[in-house]
């Protein structure tokens, strides 16, 4: 006899498998997912530069489309998350300006920087062509 002919020698056993669940790919994606969004949030402040603004009674709160100037303690000027010189900020703000016109302007300014750098900045954005100039503070509690 050939082997093809004679089955009978071979035994067939049905091999029960129990279903299971693995859990690994899912948990890799999990944490994939906690990588990602921890990269892709930013942990600075808006203006590039840390500022402490003063506190007011009187603060408001105003659009968040505006465009955020920033002066530091030392009087450096930070917009976009850059420092620029005073001719350079008016470059940018005419740029955003002529492209949303009406577009805000807020001007963080830390407590401690001086009121002159303060008015020449806001001096730049008026040249500029900003119509909506205000200065941030801190809603003080009552």
Known sequence: MNDI????????????????????PMVDMVF??????????????????????PKAKTA?????????????????IHINNRRVDLETLGGIVKDIISQRPGTPVIIVADKE?????????MDECKRAGAQNISLAALKEKD
């Open 60 to 76: 408001v709160s105003l659009s968040r489309e505006s465009v955020l100037v920033a002066v530091a303690r030392e009087g450096s």
């Open 5 to 24: 002919d004679d089955v009978s020698e071979f035994s067939f056993r049905e091999i029960k498998r129990t279903p299971e669940i693995n859990i690994s």
């Open 113 to 121: 920087s001086f009121t002159g750098r303060i008015i020449q900045v």
């Open 32 to 53: 994939l997912l906690l990588i990602f969004f921890l990269v892709s949030t930013t942990f600075s402040s808006p203006t590039g530069v840390e500022v402490r603004k």
